[in-house]
């Protein structure tokens, strides 16, 4: 059985807390969305022009990972854009949260799958 899951609001809150404490990357809450069960997207930006998207999923064991929303590579930050607001259309409850990573060196915590 997996572990209970935290409310978002309490996880995003706990992330952004430890991500901002690290000098490499700035980690801003872009939209906030359902407090109790809503799911994020993480916009990596390069501030270079250029973007990722990860999108929340849970694995078959019931564990948070990441998936690949905007592909393997880095996508012009326009295209990365257009992606986050068709989640938002599909998902009102939606959270984003933005990484500013010029170095390429953020990694979030669950697996990348």
């Given at each position: 059985?997996?572990?209970?899951?935290?409310?978002?609001?309490?996880?995003?809150?706990?992330?952004?807390?430890?991500?901002?404490?690290?000098?490499?990357?700035v980690a801003t809450l872009v939209r906030r969305g359902d407090a109790d069960a809503g799911s994020v997207l993480l916009k990596i930006s390069r501030l270079d022009g250029t973007a990722t998207v990860l999108s929340q999923t849970v694995t078959a064991e019931g564990e948070r990972a990441w998936m690949r929303g905007t592909g393997a590579s880095p996508v012009a930050d326009a295209e990365a854009e257009a992606y986050i607001q068709r989640q938002r259309k599909r998902d009102p409850d939606l959270w984003v949260i933005e990484i500013e990573d010029r170095r390429g060196l953020f990694a979030p915590d669950e697996p990348v799958i």
């Open positions: 059985m997996p572990a209970p899951r935290l409310k978002t609001d309490l996880w995003a809150a706990a992330l952004l807390r430890r991500w901002n404490h690290d000098t490499a990357v």
